[in-house]
């Protein structure tokens, strides 16, 4: 999987290696490590029904559900916990803990995997944490500001223990954007609307379900194209501020301090 490339689980044009069956869950695998070490990987779940347990064996996976609703159950050193997951809601999974979904009810969630601090590379990358919370949702938190008019809330950090990312959704009203870049590793997932993505010169559609990374200094703009606002997941390492982003000459995009 290349950085700057769309991928959709619904285009079929996956290639059958990247899909294989967990239960009675269709799982497509949208972004792998490939060529890259202490990758963020990318999983979306379909779910009618119920699945096997899974370890979360050497990464923290963040979960986001974009459509239907699922029970789920984790199990780990911080205890057992369950939630009924609908839209809009996430959880984190800390290393070494299982998880298990039930009753899933035209389920499509993203299972993003974000290598852990046993990696010294990986424990760089990472930050201390606190206030571990396994179930959060869309809707609880403040609103920032990023570039331009664009929005975004913060669903997992550093401060309620996500120690190797930060989750946020990002709120993209209709409009054009710049190239810029960031400094981060980050993974993009189309929740509602759509749009296209700039990357070198070239457009690509993105719809709901639209998945794609953006490794650190990759020049890339999102654009909204539609009457509708664009809700794009972004899930980035180390862990910071989603208003983070440069234009090519080096400046620090408006709504960012060049700081945090």
């Known amino acids: 999987m290349k950085a700057g490339v769309v991928y959709n689980a619904s285009t079929e044009t996956l290639p059958k290696e990247y899909i294989h069956e967990r239960g009675n869950a269709s ?149 054009g954007a710049p190239l810029h870049y960031h400094l981060y590793d980050e993974v993009c997932h189309i929740v509602s609307g759509g749009g296209e993505l700039e990357v070198e010169g070239e457009l690509q559609e993105l719809l709901p379900g639209s998945t794609f990374m953006v490794s650190p200094r990759l020049l890339h703009s999102v654009r909204n194209s539609r009457n509708e606002d664009l809700w794009i997941l972004g899930t980035f390492r180390p862990p910071g501020s989603p208003a983070a982003a440069f234009y090519p000459d080096g400046t620090p995009a408006p709504g960012y301090n060049g700081v945090d």
């Not at 699922?70 to 959880?91: Q, V, Y």
């Not at 930050?127 to 809707?139: C, I, K, R, T, W």
């Not at 997992?156 to 120690?163: H, I, M």
């Open 27 to 175: 799982c497509f695998q949208l972004l792998t490590a490939g060529p890259y070490a202490e990758a963020i990987t990318v999983l979306e779940i379909h779910l009618t029904g119920n699945t096997p347990s899974v370890i979360s064996d050497a990464r923290d996976t963040l979960i986001f559900v974009r459509e239907g609703t699922a029970t789920l159950t984790i199990d780990g050193d911080k205890g057992r916990h369950e939630k009924f997951m609908d839209k809009g809601s996430a959880a984190l999974i800390t290393s070494g803990a299982t998880f298990t979904w039930s009753n899933g009810n035209a389920l499509k969630a993203v299972e993003i995997s974000i290598p852990d601090r046993t990696n010294p590379y990986a424990k760089r990358m990472s930050a201390d944490s606190e206030n571990y919370l396994p179930f959060v949702h869309q809707g609880e938190f403040d609103i920032g500001k990023a570039t331009g008019n664009r929005e975004f809330e913060v669903l997992y950090g550093t401060k309620n223990g996500s120690s190797g990312a930060t989750m946020f959704i990002g709120f993209i009203p209709p409009s």
